[in-house]
């Protein structure tokens, strides 16, 4: 039996859909392009705007053309959130809510399933397994340890598509870990849709700071590095932790969603950009080489030309290493989709370009910054498209491009930054030492 699956939305749904690839493939199931003819077809869909519910059912149609007789089944966060939407659209067969991979598989084979297979998240206790992960060309791997969220952020669907927070145990994440090394990872990156809320639904009630401490003692895995935090979150210990230990990679990213008190109150955030600075300037004064980045949403409701322009200048006083600009979309079923003030298109797009503007030049200021420095570069399986380089990420999220055989692959290099290019460095490998090349030995 021949599969496709595809993913929108965020790097959690990413995690999602390689657990399902891997269920599928042990299963006995071959994985083929979403734009071939396929037996099942998988739209692992996103709620996060109005336009992403549109573009999974544009989706599913595409896969009914490519193949009458294939099952179609959605799943995800729009499937969780928005069943029945789902499941009156003629071209699905079948939606099966987040959390029931079982399900999902045997809906891949049984056309006499219900039609509809969701659970309600915020009332069930459903537990969150930690049995795979998404190799990025096999260097590094994502470990979701966290899922859902219970903090309702005016703007954000995610506590009503995926749920109550839940939390992997210390215990079988270092296990898991464990596992990691000994497959040859080199890099993990730890992983949550709120990742701050790490550990109070377990019993006893665990902190990512503690968690944080195991790795530290504990883990044999090389770099770790921690996806987004928000900033309330973010405690002097895991700072102290994190600029500590050589495990973990000096790379923070600290979502602000707007750069103006009035806006963050609005958008029920619980911090203001005083909080959001100090703990910019703790960072730096511990790793003064560290990559802090953030997220930032443009015309939320009642954002006016005053707001903007004290976002605006708040932004630019910050050293942040790179922002990702989203510019506000309509998502039915939050607060903020109730809120007046809408901001006009044009506008939104208008602000969202200066944001990424400056955006470029910090990413490119940042990265520049490092030209004549020794950088540790863990080099990934996949070449630069194109010049066919060797390409890697150094631990403070820099992309370096070097040239070498293909031994380099999933080694952590210490290499010499030599030049810019693009966003990117190029540079060469320093030899280990008395050797005039570097040997393959690391
Ligand atoms: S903390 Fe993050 S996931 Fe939770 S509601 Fe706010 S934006 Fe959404």
Redesign the pocket.
Known sequence: MRFAITTLGCKVNQYDSAVIESRFNEAGMERCGFDEVADVYVVNTCTVTDRADTESLKLARRARRLNPAARVIMTGCLAQASPEKLARAPEVDQVIGLARIDDLLSAATDGNLPRVMVSNLRKEKVSLSVGAVVPAGQTRAFLKLQEG?D???S??I??FSRGMSRSVPPREVLEVLDSLHDQGFKEVILSG??LGGYGKDLTPAVTLERLLEMIAERCRIGRVRLSSI?PEELSDGIIDIVSGSEKFCPHFHL?LQAGDDQLLEKMR?RYQTNHYRERVERILALMPDAAIGTDLIVGFPGETGEHFKRYFTFVESLPLAYFHVFPYSIRSGTTAAKFSGRVDAGEIKRRSELLRELGENRRLNFARRFIGARLKVLIEETREPGSQRLRGYSRNYIKVLIQGPDQFKNHELDIDASAGDGLALVGRVVPAPGESAWSGAQ
Do not use: A, K, L
């Open positions: 969220c903090q309702f952020c703007f954000c995610v506590p849709v709120h928000d979502p955030r």
